[in-house]
Every structure is written in structure tokens, then in C-alpha cells.
């Protein structure tokens, strides 16, 4: 009996053509209510696709007894009860691998754009003005650049940061040994609140991560810091970084994800005052969820999940 797969979000047909070659059956299911997932319309589906518009806890998994995987195309996995997963004897896949090149660009990007003012600059020209002081940039040269967590998405951004001639530093709470991996120092926490002029979060949302950048935090650094975010929304409380950008402890932020997005990580939940204040804040850069979303992620993603399923797949059918 062919192995079924149900395609729970779009992705790059890439996975699904990889799974077919191997003779799986894969159907598209992007529509596919929860009521229906529970009624049991997956029941006989040995492995689900997903990104985040479906919360896979426990009482979907108990409506479908077949699952022996879940792929998760992306990075995250707050969207899916990774104990019950493992308690099921199911497997967990993501692809942090396929966009953590894109992840890694779009914060320098944004790094760029705020130290030069690109985005104002940009704009007064348009509105017809040549203000030249107003616009003058500041360097990324000789610059102390703290990576905070260390995975795919902190590598990739610590080798873009290469040729920039800035002082690349990590920490991560849960990986040590890794000094001179990628050109970085590993520094701690302390050393990071004592001399760090930019900070960028790779990290995942999780109880311990969720609202760590508050007014606390923040106040412990020594300088005046730029803030990166282009991992999940939830690791900042909006209103106490607007407050210490108002007060100048903090000189810029530039944030690809926020607190304010909905579960499924597609638009936003509500127009709040907080949300208005932080669009009309000159010192922020935004972007809509998009710093691992590039043509070429779109198929990486896929095909580093088509890697991993297949590898498994393989294993498992040699130890039977």
C-alpha cells in the first residue's frame, strides 16, 4: 500500500513531485478545515505537510492513528506539540537549511537601511527634496554585532556579515563551543548588555523566549543599541521597545515579524495604538514576514524536506 501524504499548506510542488517519483500518493488538502481533520477526513494518511496555519496538537494527532510524520516547511515549530509528536512516535521534519541564506540577507538589509537611512532617504527624494545632513549614514564598520541564538538563520546572518569589518559576537543559551565558527566570538549574556551596538534575535518563540525584549532587558545595555528581529513577533513587547526608542536607549529597530500577526503568521490581528505608533515611528524599519521568503527559499524549503523524508523513509524500510 502507497504511503499518502496530505498537503496541508502550498508549497514548492518540488516535494510533492520527490514524494510521487517514490511512489507516494500526495493530495492536496490547503482548504482542510480542523472540524474536518477531527471528524477524521486524514485518518488513513501516514504523513501531513504544513506551515503554520493549522495548531497540530494533541487532538488532531489522536484523529489520525496512521501519522508517521509531519514536515513542517519553515523553520518554526510553535505550531505543533512537539511532546505529543514524540510520545506518538512521530516524526518531526523542518528545513531551517532552505531559507536561512534569504534570513540572513534581509537582516543585513535592514541593518543597511537603518544605519544610512536608506528608507528616509528614499522617500524625502521622491517628495522632491535633496537634504543631504539630514540623510548623513552611520557605518556597520568597527561595530560590535551580537547574534543572539545561534542556529541556521545566526550562522547565516554572522557570514553575511563578513567583509563588513564589524566585530561579529553569539550567544546562545543552549549551544556552547562554537568560538571561531562562522568568524564569531562567543561571548555571554553580560558580555553581550555591556558592549554590543547591534543585536539580532534567532531564536524560537517558546514560554522562555515569549516577551524577552521588555523595558528589563533592554536597560541593561550599556549603548545604545539597533535592534534586529526576524524571528518571531512574540520575543518583543512592542510597547516597551517604542519606549526605549522614544528615550533613545535604543537607536533603531528593524523588525520582519511582529507581535501583533496572527497565528497562521498571514496578516495581522487587529489595528491597535500600539500597532499605529510603531508605523509611524521613523526609527523602524518594517517588513511583512518575508526575510526567509525569496524565490529562491521557496524551493530549498521543499527540497530540503524531500531530502529528509526520503533519508527517513529509507532507513526505517532497511530496519524492517
Not at 17 to 37: F, G, S, V, Y
Request: aromatic share 8%; hydrophobic share 40%; net charge negative.
Amino acid at each position: 500500500m502507497k504511503e499518502r501524504v496530505a498537503f496541508l499548506d502550498a508549497v514548492h510542488p518540488v516535494l510533492q513531485e520527490r514524494l510521487e517519483q517514490a511512489e507516494w500518493r500526495c493530495d492536496q488538502w490547503e482548504h482542510l478545515t480542523r472540524e474536518k481533520i477531527l471528524e477524521g477526513a486524514l485518518s488513513s494518511y501516514s504523513g501531513v505537510v504544513v506551515r503554520a496555519r493549522i495548531q497540530l496538537d494533541e487532538d488532531l494527532m489522536v484523529s489520525m492513528p496512521a501519522l508517521k510524520f509531519i514536515a513542517r516547511s519553515g523553520a518554526g515549530l510553535e505550531n505543533i506539540d512537539l511532546i505529543g509528536a514524540k510520545n506518538r512516535g512521530i516524526r518531526v521534519f523542518n528545513s531551517p537549511e532552505g531559507n536561512a541564506d534569504a534570513v540572513g540577507e534581509h537582516a543585513l538589509g535592514q541593518l543597511l537601511m537603518l544605519f544610512h537611512k536608506l528608507r528616509l532617504a528614499d522617500q524625502s527624494v521622491r517628495d522632491h527634496l535633496w537634504e543631504r545632513e539630514s540623510h548623513r549614514g552611520m557605518e556597520v564598520s568597527g561595530k560590535t554585532v551580537a547574534i543572539i541564538g545561534f542556529g541556521h538563520m545566526g550562522r547565516s546572518f554572522a557570514r553575511k556579515l563578513l567583509g563588513l569589518n564589524c566585530n561579529v559576537v553569539a550567544y546562545d543559551k543552549y549551544v556552547r563551543g562554537f568560538c571561531g565558527d562562522e568568524n564569531v566570538l562567543e561571548w555571554t549574556m553580560e558580555q553581550v548588555w555591556d558592549q554590543a551596538d547591534v543585536v539580532s534575535l534567532h531564536l524560537p518563540f517558546t514560554e522562555e523566549t515569549n516577551q524577552l525584549v521588555q523595558r528589563t532587558w533592554l536597560e541593561r545595555f550599556k549603548r545604545p543599541i539597533t535592534l534586529i528581529n526576524t524571528a518571531r513577533g512574540g520575543l518583543v513587547n512592542t510597547s516597551e521597545l517604542l519606549d526605549a526608542l522614544d528615550s533613545k536607549h535604543v537607536r533603531g529597530a528593524a523588525l520582519d515579524v511582529l507581535e501583533f500577526e496572527r497565528n497562521s503568521l498571514e496578516g495581522l490581528s487587529n489595528r491597535s495604538a500600539k500597532l499605529d505608533r510603531l508605523l509611524a515611528h521613523q526609527q523602524v524599519v518594517l517588513s511583512p514576514h518575508v526575510a526567509g521568503w525569496s524565490v529562491e527559499s521557496y524551493f530549498k524549503l521543499s527540497e530540503v524536506l524531500a531530502d529528509k523524508i526520503l533519508a527517513w523513509h529509507a532507513s526505517s524500510a532497511s530496519q524492517d
